[in-house]
């Protein structure tokens, strides 16, 4: 039988980056004591207040069909967050509830692209954004992130790119998986090109309290941008909710209600008893949001650092987020032979950067999503691969 171009739009290179990870679990389960630095997915258990309230939500009958953009309560809690995230005043009539940021990201960029349009973004990017941008049928332009640059946007690069076609800017920030968060002054320049093209912005903000370095900046908070930008978040990263599915899309009016209709024809709104959760992790849960967000910081010191010190391998500090980007292009592997044999000899899952896109070949990702113990023994153990690499192991002295 037959099936629709869809499926070859939504089959690209975001399933391929996830091949070492199946390996590993395929290890795993024969036994092995893998240790996964491959998802992107917080060692931490969900709020204790925000599991009670979706307990009582559910025993108390919120079981049923809800709002289809969301509980009016839900949303005006989400629009106060937003303003005090990013600095940008939202009605609640702004907000889009959705299955998660990348239910909320589908969803906004069909509205937003179709055939025959150009979405823009940067390479390397989060692996699914390939899919995202095909299954609107438009086409999507790549725009090199530089390593030397720490991973930053080349701005020259993104205002060659822009054409006729181009509709969307679709940036990540802080990013994944290089960890690299976008200065004020990168975010202006792009703002200032959107409006000078007529261009919509999209701007995933999954990691924005996971910000270590310097407070997120969000293209929302821009003069002359609220027109023209839609923020997509959620509660996956920040309070531990990866399995909630719980997340928003902001921007105009007008789009909420195309989402609206949208959400009519598939979602068909978000359960009740996790919407009333999710308030819960909004109002009641910021101290855990802290938490984390130094918990995460403490590993990237512990990691970032150790690994740098290795033969073969250097790893910038990352600006936020949950992952590290290594450079191995000195040790003599591609980032696939890096992962590949990493996993067979030492019994560790890293996802190779070229799943990321071609500027992070010669890279890897590694999650900072497990407790230290495990990060502490997965650095001993890439220690040890380097060291048998190269016959000396420590590139520099420590201290
Ligand atoms: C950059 C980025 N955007 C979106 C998502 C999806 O987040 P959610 O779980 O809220 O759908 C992720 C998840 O890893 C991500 O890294």
New binding site residues.
């Given amino acids: 039988m037959r099936f629709s171009t869809l499926t070859q739009r939504v089959a690209g290179r975001g399933a391929e980056a996830w091949r070492i990870h199946f390996l590993a679990t395929q290890k795993a389960r024969t036994g092995a004591d893998v240790i996964f630095l491959t998802v992107?997915e917080p060692d931490f258990d969900t709020p204790p207040p925000v599991v009670e309230e979706a307990v009582r939500s559910m025993r108390a009958g919120n079981t049923h069909y809800t709002d289809i953009v969301g509980f009016p309560r839900l949303r005006q809690a989400i629009a106060e967050w937003h303003e005090k995230t990013t600095g940008q005043k939202v009605g609640a009539d702004q907000v889009v509830v959705a299955a998660?940021?990348?239910?909320a990201?589908f969803s906004a960029m069909q509205m937003l692209a179709g055939p025959g349009d150009e979405v823009i973004t940067p390479d390397p990017r989060?692996s699914?954004y390939e899919a995202v941008v095909g299954a609107t049928g438009a086409t999507l332009v790549s725009v090199p992130l530089l390593p030397e640059q720490g991973f930053h946007l080349d701005l020259q690069a993104l205002k060659a790119a822009i054409t006729p076609r181009t509709r969307v800017i679709l940036i990540?920030s802080p990013h994944?998986p290089t960890g690299a968060a976008l200065r004020r002054a990168e975010v202006e320049a792009i703002a200032a090109l959107a409006q000078q093209h007529d261009l919509w912005l999209v701007s995933?903000e999954?990691?924005a309290a996971l910000s270590f370095e310097a407070p997120h900046v969000s293209p929302a908070s821009l003069p002359g941008m609220a027109e023209r930008t839609v923020v997509?978040s959620?509660l996956?990263?920040s309070h531990a909710m990866?399995g909630w599915?719980v997340?928003w899309a902001i921007g105009p009016v007008e789009l909420a209600r195309h989402l609206h209709n949208l959400f009519l024809c598939m979602l068909y709104g978000s359960p009740g008893f996790i919407q009333d959760a999710a308030l819960a992790a909004i109002r009641d849960a910021s101290g855990e949001v802290e938490t984390m967000r130094e918990t995460y910081r403490r590993r990237r010191d512990l990691v970032a650092p150790w690994l740098d010190r290795l033969r073969g391998l250097s790893c910038r500090l990352p600006d936020g987020g949950m992952f590290c980007m290594v450079d191995c292009r000195e040790s003599g592997l591609t980032s696939q032979e890096f992962a590949l044999r990493l996993l067979e000899e030492q019994s560790v899952a890293i996802l190779p950067g070229d799943g990321f896109g071609h500027q992070a070949e010669g890279f890897l990702r590694i999650s900072l999503g497990l407790p230290d113990e495990q990060l502490v023994e997965a650095c001993r153990r890439i220690e040890a691969f380097c060291q048998r690499l190269s016959g000396a192991g420590v590139r520099r002295a420590r201290g």
């Fill in positions: 992107g998660g940021a990348q239910n990201l989060y699914t990540n994944n995933d999954v990691y997509v959620s996956s990263k990866t599915r997340g």
